[in-house]
């Protein structure tokens, strides 16, 4: 799995969906942000934005599918023991050429803090090849030419379509969002090597 650079990724986007999560998260890109990661808290909204690639691909594989499952759990003072918790589930598969994702997948955030003290946000990613039990399989590409991605299953609690998954092969990468009422906050993932924090 590649972390892509955003800068670069932004500039290869042909859609203004990009900019437009990045204007309503009031990020300046001209700030000093590393060159894989934008992460931002302002005490009432955590904003984080970078990119993976999935190479490794066998050259006959014309997709790739991705399911995620997200945690989230809300705090409503320090001293919570047990905290509100949310699982829901997302599938969404992408063109790959070549032996790789053909463009790269981007990872947005914009997360607000609202009533709560503290909200941590935990995603675990699978990425690969293989099937969508009665949806999608096979090696070519299953969708009209000019697309290149399908947002099979938005986040929802329902996890039917996400059991349906079935990998050949497949990489998984974590990472976690902590953000408080006193401003702190993390943005943290060991499999992609990104962390950031307060300064």
């Known amino acids: 799995m590649q972390v892509s650079p955003w800068r670069q990724a932004i500039n290869d986007d042909k859609t203004s969906t990009t900019l437009q999560r990045v204007t309503d998260g009031k990020i300046d890109l001209n700030k000093d942000w590393g060159p894989q990661l934008i992460a931002d808290y302002d005490g009432k909204r955590l904003f984080h934005l970078f990119y993976t690639k999935l190479l490794g691909v066998p050259k006959n594989q014309e997709w790739i599918i991705q399911r995620v499952k997200k945690i989230t759990r809300d705090f409503d003072s320090p001293t919570q ?77 329902n996890s039917n379509i996400y059991e349906k998954v079935k990998f050949t092969e497949f990489v998984t990468y974590n990472f976690k969002v902590l953000f408080e009422k006193n401003g702190h906050f993390l943005f943290d993932s060991p499999d992609l090597s990104l962390r950031a924090n307060e300064k």
Request: charged share 30%; hydrophobic share 30%.
């Open 81 to 157: 023991s047990k905290p509100e918790e949310t699982i829901e589930y997302l599938v969404e598969i992408f063109k790959a050429k070549d032996g790789a994702m053909k463009a790269e997948d981007q990872h947005h955030g914009n997360y607000k803090i609202g009533k709560f003290y503290r909200r941590e946000i935990l995603k675990t990613a699978e990425v690969g090849y293989g099937e969508i039990t009665g949806l999608y399989s096979g090696a070519p590409w299953p969708l009209e030419k000019a697309r290149r991605y399908l947002l099979v299953n938005d986040y929802s609690k």
